[in-house]
């Protein structure tokens, strides 16, 4: 059975079951359903030919019932963000060249729809109209012009990735990999419970999430914009065992003085997707007396994305040892940290460039089926990884390695730092110097001179930065990482 066939099934067998939970709305299997089939109705009557579908997934229960249409229909689900500027996302369409495009109504705007008319493709807009899921051919983009070829024959869904430092790449996962997820059995549809997504559905975690749900099958709890407070109520309500959230997040939750009664039936908190210090595992588990358990992954990866991680039990015998460790591999999955210059394997418990080996990954190393990340990371004698940073997130000033991750920490110790970020600055003499933008905590102050002198104090010379911009917040990604090309045009168009 693939994954079609089991969508169908589920909302023919269990159609009174709770699909999809959003803004305090329940949406059952039999909406889903009949989206399903009118989705591939209008697509088969849109499209001329093609199989290659581009999605605009927006967190709401219409965008996560469209994607499972999709699938569905057994068309390859190429998956583009919401969360950025109007341009990105036209220029993003346009790089696809797919023969259907399918978005939220209110994404068809008219830059949208020139994006669309340049690829020939036919469009779909779906809607929400008080908790009932509809859809239409847009005006005007009825159907496809003739020979769109598919660019991911073979691939069930397209997933980008977060985009960090620099352009988001887009990873294949074939049809075998989506299909994985499918229970391979003949037992009676029933209700499992809900699981509440807080990452976009358009990042490897989303996917993972929304691919559990749509067969198992689990209610999809939905949020659109991460809010703690809201969070830690959907928890309170739907009392799942685990829950989590991004670094930062975990990082609001703990400023926002969340009441620890909300997560009285929670066994512990998971996260990752970024860093996180022992200082932050320490607030979390101090604040709400669980443990929060610390993985690591990526969109490269495949499955969930996640390559590392911690066992309950494991976290309770070693956790307070290990404290910021990412845990040890998962099965199937093998690490090591290499010397960035020879590309030799370190000694466990030195620093050096972090490598994976996943034979299952869609995307694939070297000839010996390594891939290499640009984290950098520790491997203890135990096996417990420690990730320190990006390697691309040190730079050089004139021979001097300044690493980024570093000037952000010394200067979140000065009391009026609220967030910081740093970032190489291009320079004639030295080749890069360091930059920061930093906010200040409400009702304090401080002066660039300040800061400088604060860093000066702690660091090296050769570390402190040449220019500090203040703003009112941190340009970020959809997983709440600091996004490095929009710090850098801050820093542009400040010069």
Known sequence: MNIGERIHRIAAEGPEITAISFNDREYSWDQVGRLATALADAMQRADAGGTAVAIVLRNRAVGAAAMMGVLAARRTAIMVTPIQPS?????DIRSLSPSLVIADRQDWNPAF????????AAGIEIFDEDGQFGLALRPGFETATPGHVNPFEGAGIIVPTSGTTGPPKRIPLTWALVDANVPQDDRPITAHRGVIQTNPLVTIGGVQ???????????????????????ADLVEQHRPRRAGLPPAGMRMLVEAKVPKEKFR??????????PLTAADIIAVEEAYGKPLLYSYGATEFGGSGGITGWSLEDYHRLGAEKRGSAGKPIDGVKLRVIDAATGREVPAGEEGILEVHRPTAPVKGGPDGWIRTNDLAII????????????????????FKVPLAELEQTLLQHPAVYRAAAIGLPDERLGQTP???VVLNPGQSATEEELKAWVHERLAPYK??????????????????????ALRLLFDQSA
Not at 87 to 91: I, K, S, V, Y
């Open 435 to 437: 930059g920061a933008a």
């Open 113 to 120: 729809e020139e994006a669309v008319r340049s690829q020939g």
């Open 209 to 231: 999430m929304l691919l559990i749900c749509a067969t198992r099958p689990m209610t999809l709890i939905l949020m659109e914009r991460l809010d703690v407070a809201k969070w």
């Open 87 to 91: 341009l990105t996302l036209c220029a």
């Open 380 to 399: 203890d004698a135990d096996g417990y990884l420690f990730i320190k940073g990006r390697a691309d997130d040190t730079i050089i000033r004139g021979g």
């Open 265 to 274: 039936h929670l066994e512990c908190f998971v996260t990752g997707s970024a």
């Open 464 to 485: 402190v930065p040449t220019r500090i911009r203040f703003v009112s917040e941190i340009p970020q990604t959809q997983l709440l990482k600091v996004s490095r090309p």
